[in-house]
């Protein structure tokens, strides 16, 4: 059943509190979100996981405006499609703009569970009906602060704790927490800001019993990865490193990491991330679901890919509310003791909250196919 529409809408969004990483501090959001239209009125969606600024990656809203409008939508109003898998092998001339990719191809993922009525989870082949839930704390103005926000998760049930580290706010913060919260899963997350130089000082983090360091070094490094990993006892999660499945063949090989955080956008869409989740499952690599600080839709995206089975760690999928006055799905992602239980309607299995997403909508753009 052929794409008869595409709409294209850029929302912005306010974070409740600003989210604070090695690399800057966020709070305003701007992002697209696409809808794949059919002829009967089924409507698939998909959420752009690019931040206004390339500090994550050199994707942002702008380039993929420019990607998504010039390049990808063209390839869908010329080429017919039988199932999502098609998308990514129709894009793949296009290089990189993992994200902008990922944006339509989930929409058409959405879509296709829809017209199907069976939901995203079963479309991809997960099975799960819960999953479990961790929360990614951002850097705080104080240990004291720290501490308090740990205690709070930790009473809400979240499954781990990830902390984000940068030089100067890491290993004494997380002594600290380790000694305040001897028992509970501890992760840290670098988003890239050591060199090989800190590793002396990362190597005390073995003390701690950490579940993970997350992409301590370079965004686009797995050489030096590989060197920290063979000289380090905490498992190295990588993050920015993996756009796809050769990337991630390529650290496994070199030794680079024993965990593979995976973002639907960073990877290019589900059907990379499904490739990825299967190679990880075949050859002893834990992986997780990773957060952007997504929207709903994007949450419901990173819901459904999380009940396959590789999926085997907690993932950053955390409640609505923490970040949002109101979300843009109905009724909005709820997580009790740790988990989330993996809605049954077809798709996404979240409704649209109509009136939320023409709220928080500043420009629409629709195409024919
Ligand atoms: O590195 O995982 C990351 C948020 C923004 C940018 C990068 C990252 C994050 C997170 C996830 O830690 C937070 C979330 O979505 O809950
Ligand atoms: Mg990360």
Redesign the pocket.
């Known amino acids: 059943n052929p794409i008869k529409q595409i709409k294209l809408r850029k929302l912005n969004m306010h974070l409740k509190h600003s ?1 604070t ?1 090695s ?1 800057g501090t ?1 709070q305003d959001k701007d992002f697209f979100i696409a809808e794949a239209i059919d002829g009967e009125g089924n409507r698939g969606f998909g959420e752009s996981v690019a ?1 206004s600024y390339p500090w ?1 990656s050199e994707e942002t809203v702008g380039t993929n405006w420019h990607v998504m409008r010039d390049f990808l939508i063209p390839v869908l109003q010329d080429n017919a499609i039988s199932h999502p898998d098609d998308v990514s092998a129709l894009f793949e001339p296009i290089k990189r703009n993992n994200m902008a990719k990922s944006t339509l191809e989930g929409a058409v993922w959405d879509l296709y569970a829809k017209q199907n009525n069976q939901t995203l989870a079963s479309a991809l082949g997960g099975e799960k009906e819960a999953i479990d839930v961790g ?2 704390i ?1 850097i705080q103005p104080s240990v004291e602060a720290l501490l308090d926000k740990v205690a709070y998760f930790v009473n809400d049930g979240y499954k781990r704790i ?1 902390i ?1 580290i940068k030089p100067g706010w890491d290993v004494d913060v997380l002594q600290s927490v380790r000694q305040h919260f001897p028992k509970i899963p501890i992760m840290a ?1 670098a ?1 890239s800001a050591y060199t090989l130089h800190d590793m002396e000082h990362l190597k005390q983090l073995d003390a701690l019993n950490l579940m993970m360091i ?2 301590p070094l370079a965004h686009d490094d797995i050489i030096d990865h590989a060197t920290l990993q063979a000289n380090m006892q905490t498992p190295i999660c990588l ?2 490193s993996i756009h796809s499945l050769e990337d991630t063949r390529k650290a496994v090989e070199l030794g680079s990491c024993k965990i593979i ?1 995976i ?1 639907i956008g960073r990877v290019g869409g589900l059907s990379e991330a499904k490739r990825i989740h299967d190679y990880c499952r075949n050859n002893g690599i834990d992986v997780w679901c ?5 929207a709903g839709v994007g ?1 419901a995206h990173n819901i459904a890919l999380t009940t396959l089975p590789g999926f085997t760690l907690p993932g ?3 409640g609505s509310l ?2 949002w006055e109101k979300d843009i799905i109905t009724p909005v992602v709820n997580v009790e003791d740790g988990m989330i239980r993996v809605p049954d309607q077809p798709g996404i299995g979240y409704a649209i909250d109509e009136e939320a997403l023409e709220q928080f909508t500043v420009d629409v753009h629709t195409f024919h196919v």
């Open positions: 989210f990483t690399f966020m931040f994550y929360i990614s951002g990830k984000k997350d988003n997350e992409q993050d920015e955080n973002k990773g957060g952007m600080l997504e949450r950053d999928t955390a923490l970040y």
